[in-house]
């Protein structure tokens, strides 16, 4: 065994666990003196529920003793967003506004986590209501890079995938609205799953954009993430956009069955913009890799990527504006003012409650569905989206998965980009394409675990992309591509 348990991965864990030498207890606790160790410096946790983990460890523990296994997440320490609601704790999602917000139910997820024995260690800082790129404009904290403390981790999941990387967590729940899994799991070294629209219900996460956020799951690895994937998938009657089908049990049989030999195509339009050298070189050779396993590789076009970014911060903060409206200062609202109007309560709310870039959005989304503009912004881009949409259809008639860089650099120093929105939005260019379509996509580094394969010993990461509901092709394809 790891003389460090918070090292090992989910399956080396239940092998420990099944075998004797470790307990769920002695594993958790090992996590949560990480935590408290690194909390400090990382800053990945905005609440950690240490006492309730460790009743859930020893639960764990005896249900393991007396044949009772609930399956492979059993006793395994989880991190949870501060975004998905946890009965009883504290729900932030890193805003002012929610700050003394304390959650009545769980969401969907998190039952399904309970039911099948995780152990949920506690809630991770963000953007503001999953707000941003880089996990810089929390108002609850700052959460840092563990690999390169002056650098950030990633966002908006990026609490996240700190906890993860710097093995505070064996796995995390994080949302992907434009890319807030694939990211940081990409800057942070870990592997991070945006699952198809629809294949997880979104009941119970404080919604951003509701066509666009998904919840997923941060892992050490594809196996592990497919893992907490197949326990967190599946038909939700309290989702409306939740899907039928049987998603989780196609994940287990094709990591069952293996890997069969695809054709797998790179978009041109993919790798025409400005790609650090690293990151390209890193990229040429998770191409190699792939044709070396006896896949075929093709180029492929996706004529209308160009149009995703301003497509994307359109949809977004339209929807986000009308999904924080809630916020009024009356049901949801931080320490209050000293009276006056209607009005100034309101303005004193949102004023203290909401950072400046939850203040740019609303604003921006606000005027971009207001009368005289409607038509010639929202309009528009739900019609790109259509566009963006058919490129994908049209490349998937020829090809089986596509494969993609995850972002155009490694992980840039902190305040590099918070003075420049649009610079900031740029970080997301190749993962919001898989959002406004729908499908699913897997983050993972370019390179073995504890491998420094940059020139700043920073992570890489690349992207799995398939046709919406094949989840278990392109975590099939990302297993095959770790333990080749």
Request: aromatic share 6%; net charge negative.
């Amino acid at each position: 065994m790891s003389s460090e348990p918070r090292n090992l991965t989910i399956a080396e864990a239940q092998r420990e666990m099944r075998e004797g030498h470790l307990t769920s207890r002695e594993l958790v606790s090992a996590v949560l003196e990480r935590i408290a160790s690194r909390q400090g410096e990382v800053g990945a946790f905005i609440t950690v529920t240490a006492d309730a983990a460790l009743e859930a460890a020893d639960a764990a523990d005896a249900r393991r003793r007396s044949g009772s296994e609930r399956g492979p997440l059993d006793g395994i320490p989880v991190a949870i967003k501060d975004n998905l609601l946890v009965e009883g704790v504290r729900a932030t999602a890193a805003s002012k506004m929610l700050e003394g917000y304390v959650a009545s139910y769980d969401a969907t997820v998190i039952g399904r986590l309970r039911s099948a024995g995780a152990v949920l260690v506690g809630k991770t800082n963000l953007d503001e209501f999953a707000m941003g790129s880089s996990t810089e404009n929390s108002g609850l904290g700052v959460t840092r890079n563990p690999h390169d403390l002056d650098r950030v981790p990633g966002g908006s999941s990026g609490g996240s995938a700190a906890a993860v990387a710097d093995a505070q967590a064996l796995a995390a729940l994080g949302t992907d609205t434009g890319g807030s899994i694939r990211q940081p799991a990409a800057f942070c070294g870990v592997a991070g799953f945006k699952p198809t629209y629809g294949a997880v219900s979104r009941s119970g996460a404080i919604a951003l954009a509701s066509s666009l956020d998904q919840i997923g799951p941060f892992a050490k690895t594809a196996r592990d993430a497919a893992t907490v994937f197949a326990t967190i998938a599946g038909h939700d009657p309290l989702d409306a956009t939740s899907s039928k089908g049987n998603v989780a049990g196609d994940v287990a049989d094709a990591l069952a069955r293996g890997a069969d030999q695809l054709t797998i195509g790179i978009p041109r339009e993919y790798l025409s913009g400005d790609l650090a050298p690293e990151v390209a070189k890193a990229f040429e050779e998770v191409r190699a890799k792939f044709e070396s396993l006896g896949h075929k590789v093709v180029e492929v076009s996706l004529p209308h990527t160009n149009l995703s970014l301003a497509c994307y911060y359109i949809i977004q903060p339209a929807e986000a504006s009308s999904n924080l409206a809630r916020y009024d200062g009356i049901r949801y609202a931080p320490p209050a003012g000293t009276g006056g109007s209607l009005d100034e309560r309101y303005l004193h709310a949102r004023g203290v409650g909401f950072g400046a870039e939850t203040k740019r959005r609303i604003v921006l989304g606000t005027f971009v569905l207001s009368s005289g503009y409607y038509d010639a912004y929202y309009g528009k881009a739900q019609s790109a989206r259509t566009l963006i949409t058919r490129d994908f259809d049209e490349a998937f008639e020829k090809v089986d998965a596509l494969l993609t860089p995850v972002t155009p650099t490694t992980a840039f120093k902190r305040g590099e980009k918070s003075s420049d929105p649009v610079a900031m939005y740029l970080s997301d260019i190749f993962t919001i394409p898989a959002n406004l379509a729908g499908l699913p996509a897997l983050a993972l580094p370019a390179a073995p675990r504890g491998t420094e394969y940059a020139p700043d010993s920073m992570p890489i990461g690349f992207q799995i992309m398939a046709p919406k509901f094949a989840d278990a092709r392109v975590l099939r394809l990302g297993v095959q591509y770790e333990e080749a």
